[in-house]
């Protein structure tokens, strides 16, 4: 089995925000700077991960009718082992965060990835599943918060990067151009798959 091949996927093909539009919740709420929307990313990036190596490992002993209620249970416990962490090591991330940390459990991915995949995949290619997911994720945190930072407030991680005589616009930084950053860039992740889709369709032809 080509592990990389199942990692590379949840990068761009399959990307949860860009490309399947799944749980853009935390993409519009905490994304106003890097340091919220980065370890939102790498909360997720643990939870999906470890949630599919749990489900690979239980799937054989889960009725089907009861699957999504266990899922359900995994992931709050995972999430309430990662807000407990983040308490003790990283009090002000977990503050800044707030509620959305708990939101983490009706995340559509984290449920979709132990539905689609987890339940029909060893241990180790579930693993790779669930970290290529959340890597995709993560990634797609860190771009539109150093969008919105950068152009927002002129920082990143509040360190000054442009000009001090930049004034950018307000609406970066407030939930309207959360909408406006993620909506271009899902255009964008669309145009670049169009093309290199027709890339491939040429080379088969070939």
């Known amino acids: 089995m080509n592990y990389w ?7 761009f093909d399959q990307n949860p925000i860009f490309r399947l539009a799944l749980s853009l919740c935390p993409a519009l709420a905490v ?20 949630n599919n190596v749990v489900v690979s490992i239980v799937r054989r002993w889960v009725n089907q009718k009861v699957r999504v209620p266990v899922f359900i249970t ?9 807000q407990l962490m983040l308490e003790a090591f990283l009090p002000a991330l977990y503050k800044e965060l707030g509620i959305y940390l708990a939101l983490i459990v009706v995340f559509a991915i984290i449920l979709a990835r132990a539905e689609v ?25 860190l771009l539109v918060g150093t969008i919105r930072e950068v152009f927002g407030t002129g920082a990143f991680l509040g360190f000054p990067v442009l000009p001090a005589s930049y004034n950018g616009p307000l609406i970066l930084i407030l939930a309207p151009g959360a909408f406006m950053v993620i909506g271009l860039l899902i255009g964008l992740f ?17």
């Open 190 to 206: 669309n145009v670049i798959g169009e093309y290199r889709s027709k890339l491939a369709a040429q080379r088969g032809e070939a």
């Open 117 to 141: 995949f987890a339940m029909k995949n060893g241990i180790v290619p579930s693993f790779f599943d669930g970290l290529g997911m959340g890597t995709g994720f993560a990634l797609a945190m």
């Open 74 to 82: 995994i992931i709050a416990t995972i999430v309430t082992l990662t």
């Open 31 to 50: 994304t106003s700077n890097v340091f919220n929307a980065l370890g939102m990313g790498l909360a997720v990036m643990f939870v999906i991960t470890a």
């Open 5 to 11: 091949a199942i990692f590379k996927k949840g990068i």
